[in-house]
């Protein structure tokens, strides 16, 4: 009697086309590593991430801190794969010097109300007055046109905004370490509540292992990372590896989860 095989099991994965996300979790889904079931990436936007996960769809998925709230208790937070750190924070353009004062005023682009960079502006300037949710790689353009006054920008458009004739009005992040001395909280990878708790502490393994791989070997996500980089230079895409994977990604760290609690309770 030929003995039963029985299949592995399927796990959704959410995360972004960034090349951070693509970079450290390309082995992780290209079985590069341990994994204790099939990981079957599903690639978004972060706020669509964000809203997604509020219903709970996807078994691992990556969250804005600013997020967690919104998701109550139908996640849990690992301590892998998660982006924070020091330099790393939104930035608010515009086409012209204004103040962050002017900016509350003005129409602003965002690029979604659950994302940290939204939180972090609420806390820094609290008037805001006019705000138009799009897509974050539509927000440079956006300002650029006149459509919008200001725009808060996160991803590769820390780094592009000057080619689009843009200025710096605000680093948020630079704003949140000087209030805080503690690093940025971007956001987290979280296991759905209902997983059972050794498979996600395999999961949680698994994805450090991804980042390590990563780190390990950089060129071997090149080809992965560039398929979903929406067009972006090989050096941006260096660029922006650099800047939002750091030891943080490996584990979030103490001073990493004060950082989270401090932006959740602010």
């Given at each position: 009697m030929v003995p039963l095989v029985r299949p592995m099991r399927e796990l959704t994965f959410g995360y972004s086309p960034c090349p951070n996300d693509t970079f450290a979790f390309h082995a992780l889904t290209h079985g590069l590593v341990d994994v204790p079931c099939r990981i079957v990436p599903v690639l978004h936007d972060i706020e669509a991430l964000n809203q997604r996960a509020q219903l709970g769809e996807f078994d691992i998925t990556k969250l804005s801190v600013g997020a967690f709230a919104a998701v109550g208790e139908r996640y849990r937070l690992l301590r892998s794969g998660a982006a924070l750190g020091h330099g790393v924070g939104p930035l608010v353009v515009a086409r012209t010097p204004m103040?962050?004062?002017?900016?509350?005023?003005?129409r602003l682009a965002i690029p979604g109300y659950a994302t940290t960079a939204f939180?972090?502006?609420?806390l820094a300037?609290?008037?805001?007055r006019h705000v138009v949710e799009m897509r974050y790689d539509q927000i440079l353009h956006a300002v650029e046109r006149g459509d919008v006054d200001a725009g808060l920008v996160i991803h590769e458009s820390r780094f592009t905004y000057?080619?689009?004739g843009l200025v710096k009005v605000a680093d948020l992040g630079e704003w949140w370490e000087q209030e805080t001395a503690l690093p940025v909280?971007?956001?987290g990878i979280c296991a759905r509540n209902d997983l059972d708790e050794a498979l996600?502490?395999?999961?949680?393994?698994a994805i450090r292992a991804s980042v390590q791989y990563a780190f390990d070997n950089p060129e071997a996500s090149q080809a992965y990372v560039l398929e979903h980089s929406q067009e972006m230079s090989?050096?941006?895409c260096a660029a922006h590896i650099k800047l939002y994977v750091n030891e943080h990604s490996l584990d979030v760290g103490e001073d990493g989860l004060r950082a989270i609690a401090r932006l959740i309770n602010a």
């Open positions: 103040s962050l004062e002017e900016v509350a005023r003005a939180r972090l502006l609420r300037a609290p008037a805001l000057t080619e689009h909280p971007l956001a996600v502490n395999e999961l949680q393994r090989p050096e941006v």
